[in-house]
């Protein structure tokens, strides 16, 4: 079967990660979209063809490349009819970044066939297809799959430009040239370290096969052009002066010389073992296993395959190497590498499992994969519960409907809040830059609104801590409050004015309700759903919901 239809079983795994990546894609949308989806912000920036007086302060739209953005803002932009429901006005809100997401989820597909023809060059069929169940199970791939963000479509472009070096070393035509640069562009289209997917084509270009058509020498431009090209092309530009303790600085990015201290091995082994520590294991086993039997393999080894070798190395570790070396290396800088640890996991799996009786080899297979599928199925359903901000609207709905709720200003809820609490919030920059809270801001009182204000963020600035407290003692008593939501979490209880408000609630009035998706030990660490999630894997096998845990209280009158 594994040798005959290889294609059918890529396909089942293909349509495997599609269902963990294409449903739930609307998962807190709008009101908790990813803080960072400068995707977003860009795409509705060139729709609004602001870009040429573009503000400083909207520093986001520099960060990344145009290259997605560009694509989405041909897309128009989504309406709301004039008898539209609060729930229709919720999804056109969510509308953009919900196109983002989908968009980034069917580019990130692109990794798992990707990793079968990676493997397949070095292993056997049976080990292709464990590297690509490994990737379309990982953790660390499904979690950025699903963000409107620029990481995971650069690592299934950066992949591909590795592929197509292995096919321009074997067959050096124009064609191929061609290929490698168009694929080169996208990948540094996608991501600054897109530089990167430029070494494996140089090798190949080096390493070339004397056989056949072959291109001329001077063909290597072909794919150095392009980059250029995207870098100059797609990249917007702003100007300011370069720190001096700065090595580079390009858009919302910095790099300095005191982070190179090589700290960022560790980290990355850390994160790589919170996100996926089956194929973290698998692959470390594997690289043990290549270590031990390196001089035989690379003796045994053709010309051909040696030279694979090399070209897949060009890339592989010097970009490992640089997140060993950067201090501030974080997960989602990990996800080009994860095609090349699920084939080193393969390896690990096929020998092993080549140790086993013939009968129960399949069993061997089955246990290797468990824990990586385990860790998919357990985020599939924690993704697809109601979130943590759903079940406290739902609840507020249910109980709350007299009196005056007041939300703490770090969230939304998936609710409308009425004129008094839009016109006391249109001037706060923090509390309007939330997306629910502008789409309500641009388009008035929605349907079923609600006597419910979210706290103006300028009311918890900490520079002046006594003038803040005093501040929302002011706005307490002006608004005179029934219900206070407040969330229970790292960002929350680090800022003193936040916890003043909880205390205040708790002082005024009694807990009418929690709503958690961990235990209460977790709040001091960053929430499941965004990125740097410390043991992501252990805390998803007893959570229930996304979103930080929230307190209502109802304040005694």
């Known amino acids: 079967m594994l040798e005959k239809k290889p294609l059918v079983l890529l396909a089942l795994v293909i349509a495997l990660a599609a269902v963990l990546r ?9 009101h908790a979209p990813e803080p960072d989806s400068y995707l977003v912000l860009q795409t509705e920036i060139l729709r609004a063809a602001r870009a ?33 429901t609060l729930e229709e006005h919720l999804a056109v809100a969510g509308a953009d970044a919900l196109r983002g997401r989908t968009l980034v989820a069917w580019l990130s597909l692109l990794l798992i066939p990707g990793t079968w023809f990676l493997a397949r060059r070095f292993t056997t069929t049976l080990g292709a297809l464990v590297a690509a169940l490994l990737v379309a199970t990982s953790l660390l791939h499904l979690e950025f799959s699903q963000q409107a963000r620029h990481h995971a479509p650069h690592a299934s472009f950066a992949l591909l430009a590795v592929l197509s070096a292995l096919q321009l070393r074997a067959r050096p035509d124009w064609v191929r040239y061609l290929v490698a640069a168009s694929l080169a562009l996208l990948a540094l289209g996608m991501l600054h370290s897109g530089w990167f997917a430029l070494l494996p084509i140089v090798v190949a270009h080096l390493l070339r096969s004397k056989s056949g058509t072959r291109a001329p020498q001077w063909a290597l431009l072909a ?59 698998l692959a470390a086993l594997g690289a043990l296993m290549l270590a031990v039997h390196a001089h035989s ?57 080549g ?23 357990r985020y599939a359903s924690v993704r697809d519960a109601r979130d943590t901000f759903e079940q406290c609207a739902d609840w507020l709905v249910e109980n709350a409907s007299e009196g005056r709720t007041l939300v703490s200003s770090r969230f939304n809820l998936p609710l409308a809040g009425d004129a008094h609490a839009l016109e006391r919030v249109k001037d706060d920059h923090s509390t309007r830059q939330r997306r629910w809270m502008r ?119």
């Open 439 to 557: 789409y309500q801001l641009e388009h008035g009182p929605l349907p079923r609104p609600r006597d419910m204000l979210a706290m103006p963020g300028r009311l918890f600035a900490v520079a002046d801590p006594e003038k803040s407290k005093a501040r929302i003692g002011k706005f307490l008593d002006e608004e005179q409050p029934q219900w206070v939501v407040v969330d229970i979490s790292k960002y929350m209880l680090a800022n003193p004015l936040m916890k003043e408000l909880r205390d205040w609630a708790a002082r005024n009035g009694s807990l009418a309700a929690t709503f958690s998706g961990e235990i209460a030990q977790r709040t001091m660490e960053p929430s499941l759903d965004y990125q740097d999630m410390p043991r992501l894997f252990a805390r998803l096998c007893s959570a229930t919901a996304f979103g930080p845990t929230l307190e209502v209280y109802r304040i005694a009158r």
């Open 297 to 353: 393999l690379w003796r045994a080894a053709s010309r051909e395959r040696r030279s694979d070798m090399l070209v897949v190395l060009a890339y592989a570790l010097p970009y490992a190497l640089a997140l060993g070396v950067y201090k501030e290396t974080v997960d989602r800088m990990l996800l080009p590498l994860v095609p090349f640890l699920a084939t080193l996991a393969a390896l690990a799996v096929v020998g092993l499992v």
């Open 223 to 281: 794919p150095i052009f392009a980059s250029v090209l995207a870098w100059f092309a797609l990249y917007p530009r702003v100007d300011g002066k370069l720190d001096e303790s700065a090595s580079v600085s390009e858009g919302g990015h910095t790099l300095y010389w005191r982070d190179l201290d090589f700290s960022g091995t560790a980290k990355s082994a850390r994160l790589l073992f919170d996100y996926d520590p089956g194929l973290t294991v």
């Open 22 to 30: 294409l449903r739930g894609l609307d998962r807190e949308l709008p």
């Open 52 to 84: 040429p007086d573009m503000k400083q302060s909207e520093k986001g739209f520099y960060a990344y490349p145009l290259t997605l953005a560009s694509g989405l803002a041909l897309l128009p932009e989504a309406q709301a009819s004039a008898d539209a």
């Open 355 to 377: 140790l086993l009786p013939s009968n129960v080899r399949v069993l061997g297979v089955a246990l290797a994969l468990t824990v990586p599928a385990f860790g998919a199925v």
